[in-house]
């Protein structure tokens, strides 16, 4: 998943939105010496992952791809589930976007100063420059994945992969999210229940 599910999914579930976004990062295994609430983060980022990626709905949404983007297919989803949260933000929470998005951003750079290197600069940017509100619109989604794809080893346009998908396939993946989140959001209650009943030692690899 992608940034915005990460901090919505970490907000639903009341844990650590920097230990969530940290999980991106913060490679190894854990404790990573940055203490309990963002290990605890880290750990549930790694299993919402593990969790999106063997999923039937986000394999069938990969799938819908044709090579060349397929190999590109992980990024192109995770991206296109921001989006699809983005347009039906409304079903999932009871806060507006734009008031959540400055709450996260807020209690991220509070959290830049105690971190011992401060936040990556993804995070720092995505931060100050408000990445997130242009995932709504279908041309900014194309952009952002732009700028991913210019990162890159071979550098390629990738917001063109969105105009491979015809419009039955792109209601298909929409329709396919809608099923596909609530089973994660369940997911990630399920998993920190469990973490927190156990202390942290039902296991803190993912």
Not at 102 to 111: C, F, I, T
Not at 137 to 162: H, N, S, V
């Amino acid at each position: 998943m992608n940034f915005l599910a990460h901090l919505h999914l970490a907000a639903h579930t009341q844990s650590s939105l920097t230990g969530n976004l940290l999980g991106d990062f913060v490679k190894g295994s854990l404790p990573s010496g940055l203490g309990p609430a963002l290990d605890e983060g880290i750990w549930l980022h790694r299993k919402i992952d593990a969790f999106t990626d063997s999923h039937p709905e986000h394999r069938a949404a990969v799938a819908r791809f044709e090579p060349p983007w397929r190999r590109f297919g992980g990024i192109l989803v995770d991206m296109l589930y921001d989006h699809w949260l983005c347009r039906h933000w409304s079903r999932y929470a009871n806060i507006p976007q734009p008031d959540f998005l400055r709450q996260s951003y807020g209690r991220l750079l509070a959290d830049d100063a105690s971190l011992p290197e401060g936040l990556p600069l993804p995070l720092k940017r995505m931060a100050q420059q408000d990445w997130i509100a242009s995932y709504h619109q279908r041309d900014g989604l194309a952009q952002a994945l732009d700028g991913i794809g210019r990162r890159l080893r071979r550098p390629l346009p990738l917001g063109e992969a969105l105009a491979t998908l015809d419009a039955g396939q792109w209601q298909a993946g929409e329709l396919g999210f809608l099923r596909f989140y609530p089973d994660l959001m369940r997911f990630s209650e399920q998993q920190l229940a469990h973490y927190r009943e156990t202390g942290g030692h039902a296991g803190l690899r993912p």
